[in-house]
């Protein structure tokens, strides 16, 4: 009987004394994080006998390190001041936790661990953080104006982790459209939309408005007219353009003297021909004449 438990006593020493430290799960390299959440980093291990030291480090430029936090055996590591507000770290005798609460952009650097044993073996391992976070437009065009015809392309560049994906759509109907927009007509939509996506948290949206001109057009003859003596006919000025376009109304013709009004329509009260000349920036000016006949007929 003591010799069987002697044996058995020499087996477990043997077996004991000859295990290794070693990782059992460790978090891969990179590890990705969303800027705002929390990160927890976690290791587990076996240890040849107990935790005597364990730390974590960033890795700085030049493999220099820079440390978070340090302890001798197990238990809850204190982390530098500078680092309290956010970041919490342990090592037990089964594993570690390295924790980032509200990551930020500047996180995304190289971390390292390394458990220390009571058997001398030591665990290190380097995991490289990647901070995604949500996009942002950066820069996007103004409003545009183009003549009617024209070509235009709007702009719209963004930020991201991953670079995020832009999509210009037209509100009108939400249809996905490319750059350059060509041959733009008067009809077209006014208002487009960039919409920038990466997967993390919702779209960046920002609106462009396409401001269409064109030259003055007739839309009308306008018309004479007939009215009793002592009455008076408002004429009109049937006109369509972009920019509005600006009127002037002659008593004849454009040639035969000067303006007697600048309004978009004129009351008449004496007989003969009205001109209405309208014109706007873009293009020629169009006449419209109308006439008004006073009837000897007195007003009812």
């Not at 990179?30 to 990160?39: E, H, I, M, R, T």
């Amino acid at each position: 009987m003591s010799a069987a438990f002697n044996f058995v006593a020499l087996l477990l020493a043997i077996l004991f004394s000859s295990l290794e430290s070693e990782f059992t799960t460790k978090p891969s390299s990179p590890s990705y994080a969303v800027k705002g959440q929390k990160l927890t980093l976690a290791w587990t291990y076996t240890l040849d006998g107990r935790v005597g030291f364990s730390q974590f480090t960033i890795v700085t430029t030049g493999g220099n390190e820079s440390l978070i936090g340090k302890k001798f055996g197990p238990g809850v590591i204190r982390v530098e001041p500078e680092y309290q507000a956010r970041f919490r770290a342990r090592a037990t005798k089964t594993g570690a936790e390295l924790s980032i609460l509200a990551v930020q952009r500047s996180d995304e650097r190289t971390y390292r661990v390394n458990v220390v044993s009571t058997g001398a073996d030591s665990l290190v391992q380097s995991v490289v953080v990647i901070v995604n976070f949500p996009p942002t437009i950066v820069e996007i065009s103004g409003s545009q104006t183009v003549t009617e015809g024209g070509n235009v392309t709007l702009k719209c560049l963004a930020d991201g982790k991953p670079m995020p994906n832009i999509t210009w759509t037209r509100l009108s109907d939400n249809r996905v459209v490319s750059m350059t927009l060509t041959d733009i007509r008067r009809q077209d939509p006014r208002v487009y939309r960039c919409i920038v996506h990466n997967g993390i948290g919702w779209p960046a949206t920002r609106d462009v408005f396409i401001d269409v001109q064109y030259p003055v057009e007739a839309i009308g003859n306008g018309g004479n007219a007939t009215v009793p003596q002592g009455g008076s006919k408002t004429f009109s000025c049937p006109v369509d353009g972009n920019p509005k376009p600006n009127i002037i109304w002659y008593r004849g013709s454009e040639d035969s003297g000067k303006p007697i009004s600048y309004e978009e329509r004129l009351e008449a009260r004496e007989s003969g021909c009205y001109t209405c000349v309208a014109s706007n920036s873009v293009g020629l000016s169009i006449c419209i004449t109308q006439c008004l006949k006073m009837n000897n007929l007195p007003r009812h």
